[in-house]
């Protein structure tokens, strides 16, 4: 089914190791996001890739790195896990401003 | 940055109740949308307009861009509609992201 793929769903991690979150999308769409989603904040966007080769920071960055590996790929990495990056990760895509967005399925990342 | 505001944060209903939730945002948009998010689910993209009335099934979304305001109604409510129900509009300045509301917990009981 055409959609956007996401893994892992569910994560522990101890404080201090890394992980890659990886987000795949197969509807040739340009634009890809992730966002994080906590308790009574909504959604909140940590960066996004406007289109293949291009990435940029969205509101709240720190603590995370990204790679748009090709025009399907938008990996999201946390170096360092720290508690306070426990949250619900979700990829999107678009194809654009006059498109609706198309989510993931959601990862749940716990740091203890 | 577009400020967004829902309301009601949640509502209560009994099947078969007409439901509206409202969305207001505080800079000029292209377009708007409504999300749905069941239970420890994920989120599902229910509407994007720009202008005017969509209707899909038992749900209608409004909007009018003089007011900077958006209604989403559902007709008929079931048990199954149970959701967060999410709007979100352009960040100011950029069409390539969005400002989310905090979302509308909807409850319908049989």
């Known amino acids: 089914n055409a959609g956007v793929t996401q893994t892992p769903k569910f994560q522990v991690l101890k404080t201090g190791q890394s992980m890659t979150l990886q987000c795949a999308q197969d509807?040739?769409?340009?634009?890809m996001y992730w966002y994080r989603q906590d308790p009574g904040m909504g959604l909140r966007l940590i960066y996004y890739?406007?289109?293949?080769?291009?990435?940029d920071k969205g509101e709240v960055p720190n603590g995370y790195n990204v790679s748009r590996l090709n025009k399907r790929e938008f990996s999201l990495r946390l170096e360092s896990a720290a508690p306070s990056q426990t949250s619900v990760y979700f990829c999107?895509?678009?194809?654009?401003?006059?498109?609706?967005?198309?989510f993931g399925s959601g990862t749940r990342l716990t740091v203890v | 940055k577009n400020e967004v505001e829902q309301s009601p944060q949640n509502l209560t209903a009994q099947e078969g109740e007409f439901i509206t939730i409202n969305c207001s945002y505080s800079?000029?948009?292209?377009?708007l949308h409504w999300l749905q998010q069941h239970p420890g689910g994920g989120i599902v993209s229910l509407f994007m307009?720009?202008?005017g009335k969509k209707k899909h099934g038992r749900l209608i979304a409004t909007i009018n861009i003089q007011e900077k305001h958006s209604s989403l109604h559902i007709t008929a409510s079931h048990p199954r509609d149970s959701a967060v129900y999410i709007c979100?509009?352009?960040?100011?300045?950029?069409?390539?992201?969005?400002?989310f509301g905090k979302g509308t917990l909807l409850t319908v009981n049989p």
């Open positions: 509807m040739n769409h340009n634009s």
């Open positions: 890739s406007a289109s293949e080769g291009t990435t």
């Open positions: 979100a509009v352009p960040s100011g300045g950029s069409n390539y992201k969005l400002t």
């Open positions: 800079v000029g948009i292209s377009a």
């Open positions: 307009l720009s202008s």
């Open positions: 999107a895509s678009t194809g654009g401003a006059n498109y609706g967005y198309t």
